[in-house]
């Protein structure tokens, strides 16, 4: 079993969808949880933390649920720039971090 | 500030040759990785830093070197290329206490023929 595992995708949404990801990850001990975006041909840059009592930050919010060791990322009102890969990111208790493998998005108009 | 840049951007290499590929960051942070990413996977950790002098082995380390001489250099050595280290190479560095954000280089994308 996979560290950390995302549904790669693609997942090709019209503007203004909402689209959900998951990501499950396998080691329970892990410490904390984030979520990338990667554009296309370009280095991984951090979206947003993960917290235990769920964040947004504007049209996007992350949840953790530690029971089921799952990780969700919602985009809301999608836009064309929102195009992209998406990577779960997890840090384990040696503060390694393990990425999956990226879901990847494409807003069309 | 520059960030973390990496060089070169490309580079092919024959089976059996060696290279070193560069990797620095201005931000002054202790913390320093190297990363290679195949078609359709996720990030694999071929080394880290953690100061100046110190170095440790990641996920991947085999047919790789590193070094780590200045806070502000990790160069990433290959030697005896082989095709399974065709891949895209980045370098990240971050804050003593900014586990989760790493910033990263722009990428050498490798082949190995």
């Known amino acids: 079993r996979k560290e950390v595992e995302q549904d790669p995708g693609p997942f090709n949404v019209p503007e203004g969808a909402t689209v959900a990801f998951n990501c499950t990850y396998s080691?329970?001990?892990?410490?904390?949880f984030f979520w990338y975006r990667q554009d296309c041909r370009k280095e991984p840059k951090l979206l947003m933390s993960?917290?235990?009592s769920g964040n947004e930050d504007g049209r996007f919010t992350a949840q953790l649920n530690r029971a089921s060791q799952y990780i969700s990322l919602l985009i809301r009102d999608s836009k064309l720039s929102d195009s992209a890969t998406y990577l779960c990111v997890v840090n384990d208790l040696n503060n390694d971090m393990r990425f999956g493998a990226g879901t990847r998005l494409t807003v069309k108009p | 500030n520059a960030g973390v840049t990496q060089t070169p951007k490309f580079r092919i290499l024959k089976i059996g040759q060696s290279m070193t590929l560069q990797c620095a960051q201005d931000?002054?942070?202790?913390?320093m990785y190297w990363y290679r990413q195949d078609p359709g996977m996720g990030l694999k950790l071929i080394y880290y830093s953690v100061g100046a002098g110190i170095t440790d082995k990641g996920e991947v380390p085999n047919g790789y070197n590193v070094s780590r001489s200045t806070t502000e250099d990790f160069p990433l050595r290959l030697e005896l290329a082989a095709p399974s280290q065709t891949s895209v190479y980045f370098c990240?560095?971050?804050?003593?206490?900014?586990?989760?954000?790493?910033?990263f280089g722009p990428g050498t994308r490798l082949t190995v023929l």
């Open positions: 993960v917290y235990s």
């Open positions: 990240a560095s971050r804050t003593d206490r900014g586990w989760g954000t790493q910033y």
């Open positions: 931000m002054n942070h202790n913390y």
């Open positions: 080691n329970s001990a892990s410490q904390s």
